[in-house]
């Protein structure tokens, strides 16, 4: 049997583990802490078109040398095991990568997505149009003003919406949103009315559904609760290697022996990235590029791309061959049993049409990789 060990805990270390665990590999998960995947907004952006993504040279997902019919069908298989396994830990999703729609977050300001919770479903945009729409307040909760955001609904999208206020009377004094988590949806009066909540709350009513997050978000706290089950808490700080191989990853006293790992360790928050003057891989000094050239070799050029637009600096990560093992400065694959997955690969927009799709589908091949 193939031990794989998976280094983090987000969905792209979760879609991992989900395939290298349907190859019947023995999979660890190590992960030291929350990534960006518990400050996801709720709506998953998966791929928006095939087609386009394929004609970027250095988008991960180009680089898996898939055809747009082999990719479609790693998406489907990737998606719907992650839904199916997320179903069984209590979150239903609804939709999948071939569909998409918009939904509003607290401020009213719309976000496209392919993958929901069933519990932001029925707030698509478009099917709220010609309905009359409640959005639900709660007098005592300082960061948010559902007056502001049944105004946005109304000017930006056409919604006929207004606002309810309900008091919460055992809410602290100046109560934030995150103080509404967990507790159940008040009722509100308004009747024959979609009613459009917070995020947080639990036991909405039939006709309630949740709006979109912003950091903190309980879309992504959810999530992360999810999918960290299982996972061993820690901290990697350095590898053993021999002859081309990783033979361990450590964690203080504590020695990982596996066949194959997967670096699944995210972007900055995650902290597979270190953003110094120039960006590096810190656990083993991989090659960090942007647009398919060394960050370290572009000297002041990438800062002056970033202070024009600082989604440059986004764009930047790791590059992979169609194995997904990642490279080295010079292009070579330094390590033949090490993969690389998620946000931690460089060469799209990281908050853009893909922002869930790269770290599902590079973890799920990943995955699939490492195991066979
Ligand atoms: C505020 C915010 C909102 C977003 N909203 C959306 C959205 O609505 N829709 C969308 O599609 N995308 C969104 N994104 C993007 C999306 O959340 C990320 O692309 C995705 O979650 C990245 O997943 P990941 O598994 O690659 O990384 P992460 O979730 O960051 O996971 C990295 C993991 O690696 C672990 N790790 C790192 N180093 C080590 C180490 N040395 N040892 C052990 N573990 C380690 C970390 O602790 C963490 O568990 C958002 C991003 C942000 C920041």
């Known amino acids: 049997m193939t031990k794989v060990l998976v280094i983090g805990g987000g969905i792209a270390g979760y879609c991992a583990a989900l395939a290298a665990r349907r190859n ?66 209590g979150l239903q ?8 729609g918009r939904y509003a977050d607290i401020h009213g300001l719309a976000r496209p997505g392919n993958v929901v919770p069933q519990s932001v479903a029925p707030g698509e945009l478009g099917a709220l149009s010609g309905k009359r729409v409640a959005v639900i307040g709660v007098p005592q909760v300082g960061d948010y003003d559902a007056a502001a955001t049944a105004q946005a609904l109304k000017e930006l999208h056409g ?14 004094q100046a109560a934030a949103l995150t103080d509404l988590y967990g507790r159940r949806a008040p009722s509100p009066r308004a009747r024959g009315a979609a009613l459009a909540y917070p995020p947080g709350f639990t036991n909405l009513p039939p006709d309630g559904f949740e709006l979109l997050a912003s950091p903190p978000s309980p879309h992504g706290w959810r999530l992360q609760q999810a999918i960290a089950l299982g996972a061993v808490t820690a901290q990697i700080t350095s590898f053993e290697t021999s002859r081309g191989k990783i033979t361990a990853a450590r964690a203080g006293n504590r020695t990982f022996r596996a066949d194959t ?13 270190l953003a110094e003057r120039v960006t590096t891989e810190p656990l083993l000094g991989l090659g960090v590029f942007h647009d398919g050239v060394p960050a370290a070799g572009l000297g002041t050029r990438l800062h002056h791309l970033k202070y024009l637009d600082p989604a440059e600096e986004m764009r930047l990560g790791l590059m992979t061959d169609k194995r997904l093992h990642p490279l080295a400065e010079d292009g070579s694959a330094p390590y033949s049993n090490l993969y690389a997955a998620g946000a931690l690969l460089g060469g799209y927009d990281y908050s853009g049409p893909c922002g ?14 490492a195991s066979k």
Not at 68 to 79: I, M, S, T
Not at 159 to 172: C, G, H, M, R, V
């Open 24 to 89: 019947r590999a023995d999979v660890t998960v190590v992960a030291k802490a929350p990534g960006a995947t518990a400050l996801y907004a709720g709506a998953m952006e998966i791929v928006d078109d095939i087609e386009l993504v394929l004609r970027s040279p250095h988008h991960p997902l180009t680089r898996l040398g898939l055809d747009p019919v082999g990719l479609a069908a790693e998406l489907d298989a990737a998606v719907s095991t992650l839904q199916l396994a997320l179903g069984k830990e």
């Open 93 to 100: 999703f609804h939709g999948s990568w071939r569909t998409r």
């Open 159 to 172: 919604i006929e919406a207004f606002a309810e206020d309900i008091s919460i009377a055992e809410l602290p």
């Open 261 to 273: 790992f997967i670096l699944a360790t995210g972007r900055h928050i995650g902290g597979g990235l």
């Open 356 to 369: 869930f799709g790269v770290p599902i589908l590079t973890g799920w091949l990943a995955g699939q990789y």
